[in-house]
């Protein structure tokens, strides 16, 4: 017998962002700049209170939510960040092991740590050739162990949306009994008006969860609340699993404060949307191939010379983020950082 059970030693460990002093950080997809005034004021006055226990039901937040995508506030499930709810979704879906996890590789590096922590298994499908989701290929691996699915998009690392067109297909093709969670942590970055959003697929699809967070376009991503909207069954599992107290007063507050001035927040995005395509075609300027991207991040498919890339810019103090003989990862930021970034990127040889 061991103490711990062995599986975790096989854990895949999360890779942090590194943090370098007088370095930018363009590694974990943030925004540099801090919450909005309003948010920054909310989390104060909620920390005066921060003696009593945060509200539970997390009601007003839960409410405030349910009200902005018209929906029942039974169907809304408020998580401390995405991650957490991923993690919860596994727990409300998957026994142990037999039943299956299935998602696109690459993609988000938290869907295989959280389908092993829930004991289940892992099931990838590659990315085609344009770093985007195969989702036919994904539908016919799907089989009756799958429980579970995972469709990142804009996908993470490596930009690209999901199109409605493909993705109602592929709700079609998956039985109804499998969870399909539309992970939408960029929504905010999207342009592309063939693009997926999962709000209107909802009502028809009990199966389909949307998952949205408050860490990217909102500025948060220290405050940690995220959320999902589901059926009310499948919200109703979500909070039963929840880790109890997990979204703090001060996160709640935040958080509503950021839906109360969401119109200003959110005009943010348009400024990264616009560097965004000023930094992919710098680095298609520099020989760099660059995914059509609608995130706030683009994708160097670099392969094997992605950590050499990855060491060139940290020695010139810009943190970008490497995922092993795959490619790099790079946020865009304010046009001074960006600038920095190109620059750096334009003396990479290898
Ligand atoms: C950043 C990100 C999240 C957000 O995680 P939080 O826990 O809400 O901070 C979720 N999914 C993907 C794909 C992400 O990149």
Known sequence: MTLIRPD???????VPG???????????????APPAPAVLEAIARAAAGGNR?????????????????????????????????CQQLVQVTCLGPGDEVLFAWRSFEAYP??????????????????????LDAMAAAVTERTRLVF????????????????FVRFLAAVPSDVLVVLDEAYAEYVTDPDAVSGRALLDEHPNLVVLRTFSKAYRMAGLRVGYALASVEVATALRKVAPPFGVSSVAQAGAIAALEHREEILA???AVVSERD?????????????????????????????????????????????????????????????????????????
């Open 278 to 350: 000023r930094v992919a075609a710098g680095l298609r300027g520099s020989g760099f191939t660059v995914p059509q991207t609608q995130a706030n991040f683009v994708w160097l498919p670099l392969g094997d010379r992605a950590a050499a890339f990855a060491a060139h810019c940290g020695e010139r103090k810009v943190i970008v983020r490497p995922f092993a003989t795959d490619g790099v990862r790079v946020t865009v930021s304010t046009p001074e950082e960006n600038d920095l970034l190109l620059d750096v990127a334009s003396s990479f040889r290898s």
């Open 113 to 134: 740590i959280v389908t092993r922590i829930g004991g289940a298994e892992v099931r990838t499908v590659g990315l085609d050739a344009d770093h985007r989701h195969d």
């Open 53 to 85: 226990y945060p509200d539970l039901g997390v009601v007003e937040l839960t409410g405030r939510l349910a009200d902005l995508y018209a929906l029942d506030p039974e169907r809304v499930a408020v998580g401390c960040g995405s991650v957490t709810l």
């Open 268 to 270: 943010d995005c348009a």
């Open 18 to 32: 590194r943090t370098v002093p007088g370095a930018i950080k363009l590694a974990s997809n943030e925004v540099a």
């Open 151 to 166: 469709v990142c998009s804009p996908n993470n690392p490596t930009g690209p949306a999901v199109h409605r067109d493909e």
């Open 8 to 14: 975790l030693d096989t854990l895949p460990a999360y």
